[in-house]
């Protein structure tokens, strides 16, 4: 059985958002062992924010899908830029 790339990663947003302590939650995701981007997940405003190393950009979201979809992006155009 295949093993789906995004459910992976909305397993690991879905524990930023389950979480319990005040401090904001943080992830960083990578391909080949490279840092590609970090997703920190602020409980007060409900809202993840995905930064691309390779781009230096901040993305703002507040939806769990569009977030993975972005993840998504980011580690496939990595892993395709060789």
């Known amino acids: 059985m295949y ?3 995004l459910i992976n990663i909305l397993s690991r947003l879905d524990a930023m958002m389950k979480d319990e302590s005040s401090d904001p939650q943080q992830r960083e995701f990578m ?3 490279v840092p590609v981007c ?3 997940y602020n409980h ?3 809202q993840f924010i995905v930064e691309r190393y390779e ?3 901040r993305m703002y979201f507040d939806d769990i899908d569009l977030v993975a979809i972005e993840i998504y ?3 496939y155009d990595f892993r395709h830029s060789f």
Do not use: W
């Open 55 to 57: 781009l230096d950009q």
């Open 44 to 46: 007060e405003q409900g």
């Open 3 to 5: 093993n789906s790339h």
């Open 73 to 75: 992006d980011c580690l």
């Open 38 to 40: 970090k997703v920190t």
């Open 31 to 33: 391909q080949f062992g």
